[in-house]
């Protein structure tokens, strides 16, 4: 069967295991054919002391146009770092024009953690990307970014009826089935999934370290498997016991993400 083709839109750090770095590699890898509309080139992921940005919003509308010419459709979108609300506007008009019949369109929100917004983002971009995942199929927020989303603070603690309420309180904002990433309960660490009016968890083990570029792995495998066939929870299983196999194939001190690499070697 002919590989399935999705858009991948976000930013391209030259430097550094994040955004499109790893949905190429990791989407090629897993059977899906990955195009790619880099929003910014990046020296280095941002987590480095100096990096340097090229805005490419001003090509995209000529990227489109290349692409109308030649009648390029794609059969889903997966949406990561954005940073700019002018781009919302323009991954709009790719679901509008390039989409083929039903293609699924897949949203990371990507604009804070751990209770805070990432630098450069304010309570506008938080309100327009709320407004943009109106026209998801799947939207996959950690719980700073849901919080931020509702207009709610970020607890110090939780319990499943929290996090429950949270879910079904995102459906006023869109019909999407919800996924939230990194729900820790119990010493796991995992996904609660909203779809269909029914809440279901996905857990797995919590390992004691953390590193940047996980979500965009994690977001990058659970696509590939979700357009594979298969499903929503199976697909959140595989995507975190690979984001897991990579964290635990990652020496200590290695900070510019995680040797994702050496697990895709196993694939």
Request: aromatic letters at 12%; hydrophobic letters at 40%; one cysteine or more.
């Amino acid at each position: 069967m002919q590989p399935k083709r999705i858009l991948t839109m976000q930013d391209l750090s030259c430097v550094g295991q994040c955004s499109l770095t790893v949905a190429l590699p990791v989407l090629s890898a897993m059977g899906v054919e990955a195009a790619v509309l880099p929003t910014a080139i990046l020296s280095t992921h941002t987590m480095f002391k100096k990096w340097t940005y090229f805005d490419l919003t001003c090509e995209i509308e000529n990227i489109y146009n290349g692409w109308r010419e030649n009648d390029i459709k794609f059969e889903g979108f997966l949406l990561g770092y954005l940073g700019k609300k002018s781009l919302m506007d323009l991954a709009e008009k790719a679901f509008d024009d390039f989409s083929t019949q039903n293609a699924p369109i897949i949203i990371d929100p990507v604009f804070g953690d751990n209770g805070k917004l990432y630098g450069g983002f304010d309570l506008e971009y938080v309100k327009a990307m709320r407004n943009l995942v109106r026209r998801a199929h799947i939207v996959v927020p950690n719980l700073t970014e849901l919080c931020f989303m509702l207009g709610w603070e970020y607890p110090e603690s939780y319990d499943k009826q929290y996090i429950e309420s949270a879910l079904r309180e995102m459906k006023k904002y869109t019909s999407a089935t919800v996924i939230l990433t990194g729900v820790q309960f119990d010493g796991k660490i995992g996904e609660a999934i909203l779809a269909d009016g029914n809440i279901e968890y996905v857990m797995g083990e919590k390992l004691p370290t953390s590193y940047h570029g996980t979500g965009d792995i994690f977001a990058s495998v659970f696509t590939a498997n979700y357009l594979n066939g298969k499903g929503l929870a199976k697909s959140c299983e595989n995507a975190g016991k690979f984001v897991a196999d990579c964290i635990r194939s990652t020496p200590d001190g290695h900070f510019y993400g995680v040797c994702f690499e050496k697990v895709l070697n196993k694939f």
